[in-house]
Nanobody, 125 residues
Framework: QLQLVESGGGLVQPGGSLRLSCEASGFTLIDYTIGWFRQAPGKEREGVSCFSRIDGLTNYTDAVKGRFTLSRDIAANTAYLQMNSLKPEDTAIYFC??????????????????WGQGTSVTVSS
């Protein structure tokens, strides 16, 4: 059974860093397009970063470019989202998602069928 488990969220001060993990089980991460998404209170879920298994490219939403980095550890079957220089507006529930058929170019939640439960990130002083 395909399963994703996020971890690494928490409370951090503005300017701080967190690394989110997305541990995959029941499938091999290398065969899937990976996405990180977030949903702030009262807002729709939005794409943060997506890695495409189809073209090998990683893209980022403008709000996080230069601050966030998506990576994969194939041996550990885990994806990561390194978040630096965090801002209060980064506060949200963060989700990882995968889909074998997703291109990931637009990093749209609609492309992804398999989701983790989410991990909460709060950026506040």
């Amino acid at each position: 059974q395909l399963q994703l488990v996020e971890s690494g969220g928490g409370l951090v001060q503005p300017g701080g860093s967190l690394r989110l993990s997305c541990e995959a089980s029941g499938f091999t991460l290398i065969d899937y397009t990976i996405g990180w998404f977030r949903q702030a209170p009262g807002k729709e879920r939005e794409g943060v970063s997506c890695f495409s298994r189809i073209d090998g490219l990683t893209n980022y939403t403008d709000a996080v470019k230069g601050r966030f980095t998506l990576s994969r550890d194939i041996a550990a079957n885990t994806a990561y989202l390194q978040m630096n220089s965090l801002k209060p507006e980064d506060t949200a529930i963060y989700f990882c998602a995968v889909d074998h058929w997703a291109w990931g170019r637009l990093c749209s939640p609609d492309e992804f069928r398999h989701w983790g439960q989410g991990t909460s990130v709060t950026v506040s002083s």
